[in-house]
């Protein structure tokens, strides 16, 4: 019953089944390692450590359980033991693939399948929902499978509208009926977007249902699975020395694998408008290229002070005018020059934010609300320091890529690492690792998880975690 509840995404009453069968039997393993599972889906982290665990111990020969403890420990960046757990072996039977779905012949265009658990509100989606609607129709005929519900953001609805087909397999949880679909439908190239990240079923490839299967973009290593045909990659980040390490056949592409999709996404970015407002008497002309503003009063009075400033995209100001005095103006501007002649609604708040409000849609997720001036203040930076930055999940970090970020601070004194509570329970893990290596934790600046774009000016330079070969921050 829990995992029928699970899988309906009630999660509540599948914990309450969970911890009814422990309660009729505390020897239960599958149900700690269920019960877990909900913890871990919940960011619950420690509570899934702590069932896992127990899993463990009342069946050490438990996959499932072993590889998700080893995951939760590394999201808190828990590196206890760290050497040993990594080289641990389980011994787990064979598993017998099928044979081959057969694909029908005799279709007048090429059929590629892009199947993906992040069709929605996630980075992958921000990469390349455009992308299935630049192929050429005349010979390309285009499927996305979506392995996620539906979460009503503009980025599914983008790649809903760009795909000639889309079809929602998250109602089909039967991988072999999921296998079915896609085999029915024709398909000659299968795209695999997730590889061993959160959401991926690879059950479905595993049971062939296109001649050719292919790995790109969500997960850049190799599968390590006879079913995946191909990876789609760049001679930087599969080197041909290295192509022995894989069990796909490497497609290189010209100069990268990673696409990005700002082109088109943020055009609103290169448009520039000028507005006419009048402040204090002094008439100000703002010029808005992009998301950077600036000031010229067409009197003779100083400047406006720049200090250190960023614009970023936000939809609560609290925590910035919670920080500053500041007084606030609204009024009505209109563009005298520009791309959409508009009324636009500003509110200017003195010293310290303007706050551009607009609704014109880009090509993806609409144009932020809110334009944000801020300082290293709000994000409780040191005003005069270098600022090291990794906006990473935390479990995308190991220790010797800690301690090569730790031996950078210590050759830079007027420097800080700035990382993301990513999630919260891994800032102890960081902070107790750092000052046992003589860092003083207040040189690690943790923040929680906002939007990127906005603060990239904050800092001076962006360090990547090697293990992630250098994507991921993108």
């Not at 309906?8 to 877990?36: E, K, V, W």
């Not at 828990?78 to 693939?97: E, G, I, K, Q, S």
């Not at 614009?311 to 005095?325: H, I, Y």
Request: aromatic fraction near 10%; charge should be neutral; include cysteine.
């Amino acid at each position: 019953m829990g995992n029928t509840l699970k899988e309906m995404g009630d999660a509540a009453n599948a914990m309450q089944c969970y911890t009814r069968a422990i309660q009729i039997n505390p020897a239960f393993a599958d149900a700690h390692s269920n019960l877990a599972s909900i913890h871990k889906d919940s960011g619950n982290i420690p509570d899934a450590i702590q069932s896992y665990s127990t899993a463990l111990k009342l069946k050490p020969d438990f996959p499932d359980a072993f590889c998700n403890l080893a995951h939760c420990l590394q999201i808190i960046c828990d590196w206890t033991d760290y050497d040993n757990r990594c080289v641990a072996m389980l011994n787990h039977p064979p598993f017998n693939f099928p044979d081959r779905l057969s694909v029908r012949n005799g279709v007048s265009r090429l059929r590629i399948g892009y199947v993906s658990s992040d069709f929605g509100n996630h980075p992958t989606s921000h990469l390349m929902q455009s992308i299935p609607g630049m192929h050429d129709r005349s010979r390309i005929e285009v499927f996305c499978y979506a392995l996620s519900a539906n979460d009503g953001t503009n980025f599914r609805q983008k790649l809903m509208n760009e795909a000639e087909h889309f079809v929602d397999l998250s109602q089909i949880t039967c991988n072999g009926k999921a296998a079915d679909r896609i085999n029915q439908d024709g398909i000659h190239i299968l795209i695999n977007m997730n590889g061993y990240t959160k959401g991926a079923r690879n059950e479905i490839f595993a049971l062939r249902p296109a001649p050719l299967q292919v790995m790109w973009l969500g997960y850049p290593g190799t599968s390590g699975a006879p079913f995946m045909d191909y990876i789609i990659t760049d001679a930087v980040t599969s080197p041909l020395r290295l192509a022995h390490a894989y069990s796909e056949k490497l497609a290189y592409m010209p100069h990268t694998f990673f696409i990005g999709d700002h082109a088109q996404m943020l055009k609103h970015l290169t448009e520039r408008v000028i507005l006419k407002v009048l402040l204090f008497h002094l008439r100000i002309i703002i010029y808005l290229s992009g998301v950077w503003l600036r000031l010229e009063r067409e009197d003779k009075c100083a400047p406006a002070e720049k200090d250190n400033v960023a614009v970023v995209n936000a939809t609560n100001l609290e925590p910035l005018l919670s920080k500053a005095d500041v007084k606030h103006t609204v009024r009505e501007t209109e563009v005298v020059y520009g791309p959409a002649k508009e009324k636009i609604k500003t509110e200017v708040v003195v010293p310290v934010v303007e706050i551009q409000m607009h609704h014109k849609a880009a090509t993806g997720e609409e144009v932020p609300q809110s334009l944000l001036l801020t300082s290293r203040q709000q994000y409780n930076l040191p005003e005069d320091a270098i600022v090291f930055c990794n906006f990473n999940q935390l479990y995308k970090i190991d220790p010797p890529t800690l301690d090569m970020w730790i031996e950078i601070l210590k050759r830079v004194p007027r420097s800080v690492l700035w990382l993301l509570r990513f999630p919260f329970h891994g800032e102890a893990h960081v902070q107790k690792y750092c000052s046992e290596r003589d860092i003083d934790p207040k040189r690690v600046v943790f923040s929680h998880v906002a939007a990127k774009v906005g603060s990239f000016s904050l800092y001076f330079y962006c360090l990547y975690s090697p293990k992630n070969q250098s994507r991921v921050m993108l």
